[in-house]
T-cell receptor
Framework: DQQVKQNSPSLSVQEGRISILNCDYT??????FLWYKKYPAEGPTFLIS?????DKNEDGRFTVFLNKSAKHLSLHIVPSQPGDSAVYFC????????????FGKGITLSVRP | GAGVSQSPSNKVTEKGKDVELRCDPI?????LYWYRQSLGQGLEFLIY????????KSGLPSDRFSAERTGGSVSTLTIQRTQQEDSAVYLC??????????????FGEGSRLTVL
């Protein structure tokens, strides 16, 4: 039972354009959401997070949007850069920031120069 | 280094053998997690240690899997009688824990296990 779903396995965008990575979840008890980025042969690294009390969080080129009614969040990267090419994992937890994370399967983003 | 350290980075073993994977978390981090990533899959939660509390073992796939965390620091994940489906990258992560925790996990580079 996949509680965090990233239904698109891959995305390719042109450098300078916007990348939109989507994530859906089924567990309404989730109240904290994070995005991680993973390069080959490296561990995932934290990118950005959002609490369920917010609907938007922005950090530089990265913005995460949360739609609780739709149980949907998205990561926007603008402008996209070739160095953004990586696998992006959506993760969620219940019970605040101290709880274990449930991850999606990841989306492979390719940014074309 | 200051990051999460895992060893070995690669392990090839024969079916039926036992393996131990080690994780050194970031100093001072009270929470430690083990995840695994099988080919084409996401990160699958295995076990979670938080301070002196009883670990959350709900993600361990079978009783062949066990983990310990000694002295609140180093952790060892043990897989007994390995099977081919155990082949995966095993990732350890740590976090600060506590009320100020942002939820950010710091991951090691993983231990790639291949069971022949």
């Amino acid at each position: 039972d996949q509680q965090v779903k990233q239904n698109s396995p891959s995305l390719s965008v042109q450098e300078g354009r916007i990348s939109i990575l989507n994530c859906d979840y089924t567990n309404s008890m989730f109240d904290y959401f994070l995005w991680y980025k993973k390069y080959p042969a490296e561990g995932p690294t934290f990118l950005i997070s959002i609490s369920s009390i917010k609907d938007k969080n922005e950090d530089g080129r990265f913005t995460v949007f949360l739609n609780k009614s739709a149980k949907h969040l998205s990561l926007h990267i603008v402008p996209s850069q070739p160095g953004d090419s990586a696998v992006y994992f959506c993760a969620a937890s219940r019970g605040g920031a101290n709880s274990k994370l449930t991850f999606g399967k990841g989306i492979t983003l390719s940014v074309r120069p | 280094g200051a990051g999460v350290s895992q060893s070995p980075s690669n392990k090839v073993t024969e079916k039926g053998k036992d393996v131990e994977l080690r994780c050194d978390p970031i100093s001072g981090h009270t929470a430690l997690y083990w995840y695994r990533q099988s080919l084409g899959q996401g990160l699958e939660f295995l076990i979670y240690f938080q301070g002196n509390s009883a670990p959350d073992k709900s993600g361990l796939p079978s009783d062949r899997f066990s983990a310990e965390r000694t002295g609140g620091s180093v952790s060892t994940l043990t897989i007994q009688r390995t099977q081919q489906e155990d082949s995966a990258v095993y990732l350890c992560a740590s976090s600060q824990g506590g009320p100020s925790n942002t939820g950010e996990l710091f991951f090691g580079e993983g231990s790639r296990l291949t069971v022949l």
